[in-house]
C-alpha cells in the first residue's frame, strides 16, 4: 500500500493529504531519477506546482513520480449523488533521463484516480506498467516503436531486428495511454492502438493487473483506440494493413474472444484510412474511411514524418461505410467530402413515419480536412508556443449518410465553429444517449489566441450554440460527462475534467451538465501533467 493511503478520509471537506511530495510536482525533461519510490511526506509542498501554485503549467511536463494518494481539497459542493470512482488514462510520462518523447502521444501512461464519496474525495495516479515502460526505466532510453518514436538502428543487424519486429509486432509498444474503460463484467481495461497495448488494472489500486489476452485467432497487430462497450458487449476495428480493410469484431462481456462479425472493404488506397475512433447507432457499426491513411513505408522509417506513421492521399477519396450489427452486411458505402478526425461524437438512426432508417448521421471532431493538428501535438511546439494562435480550426463535423443507395454522403458543420472558439475534440456525451438521437456534447474547445484547445465547451446540438468555460492560462482535459442517477434529461449531471493550472496546481473541476457552470473543484496537491480520456465507475461496481 502507498504510505499515508486514505489517511485522511473523513477529516472533513478542507482535510489535505499527508503523504504530499515535492517530487510528485512536474518537471519538463527532469535529470534524475523520473520515478521516485512511492509518495513520500515532504516539507515545501508549495514549491513548483503545489497546491498554492507560485509555479507555471505543468500540463506538457513528465510526472515525477510513479504513484501517491490522498485526500483532495474540496471548494465547492460536491453532489452527494456522485458516488464512484472517476479514472483518467493519458501520456503523462515523457522524459528518462536525458531522453525526451518528441509527441504527446508518445509518453507512458499514467493514470488518475479521483473517487467520490458523501461529498468529499481522494485522488491517486499511478503509472501503468507496461512492458515498454519497464523496459525503457531499466534501459533509460525508450526500445520500441511508440507513436512518434522508431528506436534507431545501430547497424545491419539492429535494421533486420526492426523489421522482423515490425511484421511480428514484437516491437510495437504495448504503453496503453489512451482509453480506459469499465468492460461489462466489471473489468477495466486502459489501451491504446495497438493490440498488445490492451491491459487490465484495478481501478482503486490502479495497479497494472495483465495483459489482456484475446483468446481468439483473428490477430491483428492494431486496433481502434476507442472500442464501443456496453454492459452485454465490446464492440472494435481491426485494421488490415495487408488487404486494405477493416475487421469489425464484437467481444462478449466476460469473455476474452473476439467473434468478427464482418468486414469492411477500403475503397481508396494504398492503405486503410487511419481509425482512431468509429460510432454506432442502435442497429449498425460505422467505420470510416479518410484520407489520411496507414504507410507502412512511414512506419519503417526511423525518422518520423510529419504525418507520423500515415500518409495523406486525397486523391483516393473519403469514404463512410455502415455495417449491420446483426449481419455484418454492408448496408451503406459512400463517398464523402475529405475529413480528419480523431474523435467521433456520436451518430444515429434517422427514420421516416414509417420509422425506417433512411440515413446516419454521425457526428465528429473535425479538423477541417487539415492534418496539420497532428505536428502541432508536438510536445516542442505545445511548450513553446503557448499564448500563440496557433491552434488549426476545429468543427463539429456532421456526417450524413443516407442509406437509399446513394452514392454519396454530406458532411456540414453542426453549429458554428465560432459559438466553441473554433476548437473542437477530446468530447463526451450522455451514455444512454450513445448511438441515439441527442442534443448536447461535452468537449474541449478554444479561446483564442491558443495552441492548444484551452476551454471547456457544452454544444447544444439543436440550439446550436455552445457554453463555455475558461480560466486564463489553464489547459483542461476531457470533460465527462457523469448522468446523475434516476435523470430523465440528457444533460443532468455533472461534466469532470481534470485542469492543468497556469499557476503549476492541478484540480478536478465539476461543472453542472445544464448551466456548465463551476460546481466544485478537488484540488490535488501538485499538478498533473495533460491527459486523454476517461470513464466513471459507479460506487455499486467497485465498492470493496
Ligand atoms: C495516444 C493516441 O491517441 C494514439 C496513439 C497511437 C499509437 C500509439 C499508435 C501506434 C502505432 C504504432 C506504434 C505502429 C503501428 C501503427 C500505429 C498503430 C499508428
Ligand atoms: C488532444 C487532441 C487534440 C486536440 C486538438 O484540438 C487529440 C487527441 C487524440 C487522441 O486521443
Ligand atoms: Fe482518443
Not at 515498454?132 to 520500441?144: D, V
Given at each position: 500500500?502507498?504510505?499515508?493511503?486514505?489517511?485522511?478520509?473523513?477529516?472533513?471537506?478542507?482535510?489535505?493529504?499527508?503523504?504530499?511530495?515535492?517530487?510528485?510536482?512536474t518537471?519538463?525533461?527532469?535529470?534524475?531519477?523520473?520515478?521516485?519510490?512511492?509518495?513520500?511526506?515532504?516539507?515545501?509542498?508549495?514549491?513548483r506546482g503545489g497546491r498554492g501554485g507560485g509555479g507555471e503549467l505543468v500540463a506538457w511536463k513528465?510526472?515525477?513520480?510513479?504513484?501517491?494518494?490522498?485526500?483532495?481539497?474540496?471548494d465547492?459542493?460536491?453532489?452527494?449523488?456522485?458516488?464512484?470512482?472517476?479514472?483518467r488514462?493519458?501520456?503523462?510520462?515523457?522524459?528518462?533521463?536525458?531522453?525526451?518523447?518528441?509527441?504527446?502521444?508518445?509518453?507512458?501512461?499514467?493514470?488518475?484516480?479521483?473517487?467520490?464519496?458523501?461529498?468529499?474525495?481522494?485522488?491517486?495516479?499511478?503509472?501503468?506498467?507496461?512492458?515498454?515502460?519497464?523496459?525503457?526505466?531499466?534501459?533509460?532510453?525508450?526500445?520500441?516503436?511508440?507513436?512518434?518514436?522508431?528506436?534507431?538502428?545501430?547497424?545491419?543487424?539492429?535494421?533486420?531486428?526492426?523489421?522482423?519486429?515490425?511484421?511480428?509486432?514484437?516491437?510495437?509498444?504495448?504503453?496503453?495511454?489512451?482509453?480506459?474503460?469499465?468492460?461489462?463484467?466489471?473489468?477495466?481495461?486502459?489501451?491504446?492502438?495497438?493490440?498488445?497495448?490492451?491491459?487490465?488494472?484495478?481501478?482503486?489500486?490502479?495497479?497494472?493487473?495483465?495483459?489482456?489476452?484475446?483468446?481468439?485467432?483473428?490477430?491483428?497487430?492494431?486496433?481502434?483506440?476507442?472500442?464501443?462497450?456496453?454492459?452485454?458487449?465490446?464492440?472494435?476495428?481491426?485494421?488490415?494493413?495487408?488487404?486494405?480493410?477493416?475487421?469489425?469484431?464484437?467481444?462478449?462481456?466476460?469473455?476474452?474472444?473476439?467473434?468478427?462479425?464482418?468486414?469492411?472493404?477500403?475503397?481508396?488506397?494504398?492503405?486503410?484510412?487511419?481509425?482512431?475512433?468509429?460510432?454506432?447507432?442502435?442497429?449498425?457499426?460505422?467505420?470510416?474511411?479518410?484520407?489520411?491513411?496507414?504507410?507502412?513505408?512511414?512506419?519503417?522509417?526511423?525518422?518520423?514524418?510529419?504525418?507520423?506513421?500515415?500518409?495523406?492521399?486525397?486523391?483516393?477519396?473519403?469514404?463512410?461505410?455502415?455495417?449491420?450489427?446483426?449481419?455484418?452486411?454492408?448496408?451503406?458505402?459512400?463517398?464523402?467530402?475529405?475529413?480528419?478526425?480523431?474523435?467521433?461524437?456520436?451518430?444515429?438512426?434517422?427514420?421516416?413515419?414509417?420509422?425506417?432508417?433512411?440515413?446516419?448521421?454521425?457526428?465528429?471532431?473535425?479538423?477541417?480536412?487539415?492534418?496539420?493538428?497532428?505536428?502541432?501535438?508536438?510536445?516542442?511546439?505545445l511548450r513553446?508556443?503557448a499564448g500563440?494562435?496557433?491552434l488549426?480550426?476545429?468543427?463539429?463535423?456532421?456526417?450524413?449518410?443516407?442509406?437509399?443507395?446513394?452514392?454519396?454522403?454530406?458532411?456540414?458543420?453542426?453549429?458554428?465553429?465560432?459559438?466553441?472558439g473554433?476548437g473542437?475534440?477530446m468530447?463526451?456525451?450522455?451514455?444512454?444517449?450513445?448511438?441515439?438521437?441527442?442534443?448536447?456534447?461535452?468537449?474541449c474547445g478554444a479561446r483564442r489566441p491558443c495552441n492548444f484547445p484551452n476551454t471547456l465547451t457544452?454544444?447544444?446540438?439543436?440550439?446550436?450554440?455552445?457554453?463555455n468555460w475558461h480560466e486564463e492560462g489553464s489547459v483542461p482535459s476531457e470533460p465527462?460527462?457523469?448522468?446523475?442517477?434516476?435523470?430523465?434529461?440528457?444533460?443532468?449531471?455533472?461534466a469532470i475534467s481534470m485542469v492543468s493550472a497556469k499557476d503549476g496546481s492541478g484540480y478536478a473541476l465539476v461543472l453542472?451538465?445544464?448551466?456548465?457552470?463551476e460546481?466544485?473543484r478537488a484540488k490535488f496537491?501538485y499538478g498533473l501533467p495533460y491527459g486523454?480520456?476517461?470513464?466513471?465507475?459507479?460506487?455499486?461496481?467497485?465498492?470493496?
Amino acid at each position: 500500500a502507498v504510505p499515508g493511503r486514505l489517511a485522511n478520509q473523513g477529516q472533513g471537506k478542507r482535510a489535505v493529504a499527508q503523504p504530499l511530495a515535492a517530487s510528485a510536482v512536474t518537471e519538463a525533461a527532469p535529470p534524475a531519477p523520473v520515478v521516485a519510490p512511492p509518495a513520500r511526506p515532504v516539507d515545501t509542498p508549495r514549491r513548483r506546482g503545489g497546491r498554492g501554485g507560485g509555479g507555471e503549467l505543468v500540463a506538457w511536463k513528465s510526472i515525477r513520480q510513479e504513484r501517491w494518494e490522498g485526500a483532495l481539497e474540496v471548494d465547492g459542493e460536491l453532489p452527494l449523488w456522485l458516488d464512484g470512482t472517476y479514472l483518467r488514462n493519458g501520456p503523462g510520462l515523457w522524459n528518462l533521463g536525458d531522453y525526451g518523447f518528441r509527441h504527446l502521444f508518445d509518453g507512458y501512461a499514467t493514470l488518475v484516480r479521483i473517487s467520490f464519496r458523501r461529498g468529499r474525495a481522494t485522488g491517486a495516479h499511478r503509472q501503468i506498467e507496461s512492458e515498454a515502460y519497464k523496459a525503457a526505466r531499466a534501459r533509460g532510453r525508450p526500445l520500441l516503436r511508440e507513436f512518434s518514436h522508431c528506436p534507431a538502428p545501430a547497424n545491419l543487424l539492429d535494421r533486420l531486428g526492426n523489421l522482423v519486429g515490425l511484421v511480428t509486432g514484437a516491437a510495437l509498444t504495448d504503453n496503453p495511454n489512451s482509453a480506459v474503460l469499465p468492460l461489462g463484467d466489471g473489468r477495466v481495461m486502459c489501451l491504446t492502438e495497438t493490440t498488445k497495448s490492451s491491459v487490465l488494472i484495478d481501478p482503486d489500486t490502479l495497479e497494472t493487473l495483465e495483459r489482456f489476452r484475446y483468446t481468439d485467432r483473428l490477430g491483428g497487430m492494431v486496433q481502434s483506440a476507442h472500442p464501443i462497450v456496453t454492459e452485454s458487449e465490446f464492440l472494435t476495428l481491426l485494421p488490415d494493413l495487408a488487404r486494405p480493410g477493416h475487421l469489425v469484431v464484437r467481444m462478449e462481456a466476460g469473455s476474452n474472444e473476439r467473434k468478427a462479425i464482418g468486414r469492411v472493404d477500403c475503397r481508396g488506397g494504398p492503405a486503410p484510412g487511419w481509425v482512431h475512433s468509429f460510432p454506432i447507432t442502435e442497429h449498425y457499426v460505422v467505420v470510416p474511411e479518410m484520407p489520411l491513411r496507414y504507410c507502412a513505408k512511414n512506419l519503417l522509417r526511423a525518422e518520423p514524418t510529419p504525418l507520423y506513421k500515415f500518409e495523406w492521399h486525397l486523391e483516393s477519396g473519403s469514404y463512410m461505410h455502415v455495417m449491420c450489427k446483426a449481419s455484418g452486411k454492408i448496408v451503406a458505402s459512400v463517398e464523402v467530402p475529405p475529413f480528419v478526425t480523431f474523435h467521433f461524437i456520436n451518430a444515429y438512426e434517422e427514420t421516416d413515419e414509417e420509422g425506417r432508417v433512411t440515413a446516419i448521421i454521425a457526428d465528429c471532431c473535425e479538423h477541417n480536412a487539415n492534418t496539420a493538428i497532428l505536428d502541432k501535438l508536438r510536445l516542442h511546439n505545445l511548450r513553446s508556443s503557448a499564448g500563440q494562435d496557433v491552434l488549426p480550426d476545429a468543427r463539429v463535423g456532421r456526417l450524413r449518410i443516407p442509406l437509399d443507395g446513394s452514392p454519396f454522403g454530406e458532411l456540414e458543420t453542426a453549429l458554428d465553429p465560432e459559438e466553441h472558439g473554433r476548437g473542437m475534440d477530446m468530447c463526451s456525451i450522455n451514455p444512454a444517449h450513445v448511438g441515439r438521437e441527442y442534443r448536447y456534447a461535452y468537449a474541449c474547445g478554444a479561446r483564442r489566441p491558443c495552441n492548444f484547445p484551452n476551454t471547456l465547451t457544452k454544444v447544444d446540438l439543436v440550439e446550436k450554440t455552445a457554453k463555455n468555460w475558461h480560466e486564463e492560462g489553464s489547459v483542461p482535459s476531457e470533460p465527462f460527462f457523469v448522468p446523475r442517477p434516476g435523470a430523465v434529461e440528457e444533460d443532468d449531471g455533472v461534466a469532470i475534467s481534470m485542469v492543468s493550472a497556469k499557476d503549476g496546481s492541478g484540480y478536478a473541476l465539476v461543472l453542472d451538465g445544464k448551466t456548465f457552470e463551476e460546481v466544485a473543484r478537488a484540488k490535488f496537491p501538485y499538478g498533473l501533467p495533460y491527459g486523454l480520456h476517461c470513464c466513471w465507475v459507479p460506487r455499486n461496481r467497485n465498492s470493496k
